[in-house]
């Protein structure tokens, strides 16, 4: 079961630090989206790249290559929880610390997203994510802050409701990594949230 567990691991992580949006960006467009909004090598900047079906192919690609090892230890195998927790760091981590960008990986947010649904049809987790994201997304404008809300909200969740030690290790580790990835843009304020923001053009939209 060890080697297993390291088998899918070492897979887990170089599905993960495949580049895909790079990628598509690079062979299917003739452009490097690194040269684009914050540099980030991520289906946003496929976006602002002007690609939209490829940028919509390139989240998709970016969220599936989080579930396969996920779906194998967790569904197919049934390995332990330390086991398939590993697995799905593993996957965050190939994304984050990418040795195809010379370890300088994306923001990993699709690949957070991919390694959760891999845990289905557990999808505790995943819901939570999804469900304190929106909220951060009512609350707040930026878009590190956002995403930060997803783990830092199913944290919180976790430990008022008691869950099981691995399911906070995971979600902490998950925080931490994200946090590497958005540290800049968190110095900023979290600004405000949606409502504010409709307020505002509702005011000039009036005058």
Request: with cysteine.
């Amino acid at each position: 079961m060890t080697y297993l567990t390291l088998l899918l691991a070492l897979g887990a992580f170089w599905l993960g630090a495949c580049p895909f949006s790079l990628w598509i960006g690079l062979f299917c467009m003739g452009k490097d989206i690194r040269n684009y909004g914050d540099g980030n090598p991520g289906s946003a900047n496929v976006f602002r790249a002007g690609g939209q079906a490829l940028a919509w192919l390139s989240v998709l690609l970016d969220t599936a290559k989080g579930i396969p090892f996920v779906l194998l230890a967790h569904s197919f195998f049934a390995l332990p929880e330390a086991s398939v927790m590993a697995i799905m760091l593993c996957a965050i981590m190939g994304s984050v610390f990418s040795p195809f960008l010379h370890f300088k990986g994306g923001k990993s947010v699709a690949v957070t997203f991919g390694t959760l649904l891999g845990l289905l049809p557990e999808g505790e987790l995943l819901l939570l994510f999804i469900v304190f994201i929106c909220i951060g997304a009512l609350l707040m404008s930026n878009h590190a802050w956002v995403v930060m809300s997803g783990p830092i909200g199913s944290l919180v969740y976790l430990l008022v409701t008691g869950a099981m030690f691995w399911k906070l290790l995971l979600m902490l580790c998950i925080l931490v990594l994200l946090g590497i990835k958005h540290h800049s843009s968190l110095k900023s304020s979290p600004g405000p949230g949606m409502q504010p923001v409709i307020w505002i053009q509702a005011r000039k939209s009036k005058a």
